[in-house]
């Protein structure tokens, strides 16, 4: 597997259809993705976003691999390599147990786990895996289904930090304090720090082209700006910080050559 496909982002119309299914607030979705993908479901490669678990894949195994494998084999948490290095680590436990390799690791902005693929709304893990390529729509879609499977949209709705990050990030929640930084993360979004969608598109285009516009957050900062410059003279399109259809138009041209 390769691991890239559409590589879409986020749009207006698929955050807000979540939104809406869920009946939750913006600022309250937005901390979950904040806190889980810092608000971004892929790699600048275009491959999603993962965390390979070495303790699930030695529990879903059984320890068979503890042995000859214990960076990828362990009962304990931890071993993390970090964003693209997380796939040599899955690629190597995938030649020893595939299924097991791709239910051990969390997947795009809600990082769910391979193993959660049915209350995410799939079938097997390897289709789960494939939808998770297309789009970050199709992976907020799939936290909605984990979150409604789980019994934990009323945690979402009342705010009840402590609830949702036990439930939704596992025991250890309170070490890593799931609980607080969604908490901070909800008040800054409420407080007025709003992405804009059609910039974080466009971010995160100018991830995939190489013109590194920093953060994928949907502020446009000065590196966003300037990224956004850059394509445009490359592209001959004037020298205009703006962000607009045209612009955005050409961003996807050159990402579905890549």
């Not at 936290?143 to 025991?171: E, H, I, K, M, Q």
Request: overall charge positive.
């Amino acid at each position: 597997m390769t691991f890239t496909g559409a590589a879409q982002p986020l749009t207006k119309q698929g955050f807000m259809k979540v939104v809406d299914d869920l009946e939750v607030g913006v600022p309250e979705l937005l901390a979950v993705l904040s806190v889980e993908s810092r608000a971004c479901g892929f790699l600048p490669d275009r491959r999603p976003l993962i965390l390979f678990e070495r303790h699930i894949f030695h529990k879903r195994t059984r320890g068979a691999f503890a042995g000859s494998d214990p960076d990828l084999s362990d009962p304990r948490p931890g071993g993390y390599a970090g964003m693209e290095k997380e796939y040599r680590r899955l690629s190597r436990a995938m030649a020893l147990d595939r299924a097991a390799a791709l239910m051990s690791a969390s997947w795009g902005a809600g990082q769910i786990m391979g193993f959660n693929h049915a209350a995410a709304g799939f079938d097997a893990v390897e289709p789960m895996v494939a939808a998770m390529q297309a789009s970050e729509d199709v992976q907020l879609e799939a936290v909605a289904a984990f979150l409604t499977a789980n019994d934990l949209v009323g945690a979402l709705r009342a705010r009840d930090w402590t609830t949702f990050a036990r439930r939704y990030n596992g025991p250890a929640f309170a070490k890593h304090k799931y609980d607080v930084r969604l908490a901070a993360a909800r008040e800054m979004y409420a407080a007025g720090a709003r992405p804009d969608v059609e910039v974080r598109r466009a971010q995160l285009f100018l991830t995939y082209l190489g013109f590194a516009p920093g953060a994928v957050d949907g502020l446009h900062g000065k590196r966003s700006r300037g990224a956004v410059v850059a394509f445009r003279q490359r592209e001959g399109l004037g020298t205009s910080e703006r962000v607009d259809g045209t612009l955005i138009g050409a961003l996807q041209a050159r990402v579905r050559a890549l």
